[in-house]
């Protein structure tokens, strides 16, 4: 695993222990970060189930402002630390330990996201469909910034509608998709927590 592009191109990070994540592979990992480009510079990131920070870290060294970093597992976020302390970052990234869905369930502590990844182990979308769909609804109505994108990974067996959030492109690649999201909440729902 390595950064690809931007201020720490070729830097390497510590790759996942066992199968608790799924690295994406470069090639995808380029192909959607082009896509990306216009919307990382300044960027606010969410990297929601981060594993070891590849796709906030990634935004960081091609510019993003500041990434929040999701993530539950211990050993994932040993390495995601470690990744953090080796490229400096520590001034611009936030680890949110723990319960994800707990996290989200609350207005945010700081800034909401400009663009967020949510990367769930493939498990959940057959195990616990509804808690992805309530996070969705936490995510859409509290936590991002109007015109915000999210970048929804999963298996490509696999279909979960994320109402409030609307497909706007997918792109598939192998077994997996790529399913990229804006929310269709109206403004007079959106709860402002200032």
């Given at each position: 695993m390595r950064i690809i592009a931007g201020e720490f191109r070729g830097r390497k990070l510590l790759p996942p222990e066992g199968d608790v994540t799924r690295p994406i592979t470069d090639r995808?990992?380029?192909s959607l970060f082009d896509i990306l480009s216009p919307r990382i510079e300044g960027a606010r990131v969410y990297d929601c189930f981060?594993?070891?920070g590849s796709m906030g870290l990634e935004c960081l060294s091609r510019g993003a402002?500041?990434?929040?970093f999701f993530e539950a597992d211990r050993s994932a976020l040993i390495r995601l630390g470690t990744?953090?302390?080796t490229l400096k970052?520590?001034?611009?990234a936030t680890i949110r330990k723990g319960d994800l869905f707990g996290h989200l369930a609350s207005p945010p502590i700081s800034a909401k996201a400009d663009l967020l990844f949510l990367d769930p182990p493939y498990r959940?979308?057959?195990e616990q469909p509804q808690a992805l769909v309530t996070l969705a609804d936490h995510v859409a109505r509290l936590h991002l910034n109007p015109d915000a994108l999210i970048v929804f990974r999963h298996d490509a067996n696999d279909h979960l509608a994320l109402p409030p959030l609307s497909v706007v492109d997918q792109r598939e690649?192998?077994?997996m998709v790529l399913e990229f999201m804006q929310a269709q909440v109206p403004q007079s729902d959106i709860r402002n927590p200032q």
């Open positions: 995808v990992k380029q981060a594993g070891t402002t500041h990434a929040t990744n953090i302390q970052l520590a001034d611009r959940f979308l057959r690649y192998g077994g």
